[in-house]
């Protein structure tokens, strides 16, 4: 099984956006596998394909069930609005108040191939929403006003240079 690490902000890949899945086959299902292993590892409840350099449309999340895949997610439909702290694997360390509607319908597929419909509210809301900007080539950092973005911005840099962050993003001053 190949391994992989989680591609930390400055990362290009993190800005592309991912490829629709055609087929569904052992290999997408050993790409799922190695992804929760590397999700697992970096200690997170979520990771997107582009998270680990892969450019598909599909992400990987366990929030205590277990862990799935859900491949060519796409929300389609929304409602509320609530502000909650939110952090992301590829901005290790640090947390953000980010607004997204708060209850969210997602429909994709599962690695058999079966159509997935579900609703999820709360933290689960959150985690659709932020692995699909994932895949869209949108950081958490993007939905920040300026001055938001900035500090934490600064903040990312200075956590970098105390050693709290395993990959120091090159070159990243803005978005």
Known sequence: MNTFSVRILGDPVLRQQAKIIENIDGDLARLADAMIVAMHEAHGAGLAAPQVGVLKRMYTYDVGDGPHTLINPEIVESSGECIYSEGCLSLPG???DILRPEIVT?????LDGNEVIFEGGDFMGRLIQHEIDHLDGVLLLDRLDPDERRAALKE?????QAGGVHSTPSGVTDF
Request: charged share 25%.
């Open 94 to 96: 640090l947390a953000v």
């Open 106 to 110: 997602v429909r994709g597929v599962d």
């Open 156 to 160: 990312f840099h200075r956590m970098a």
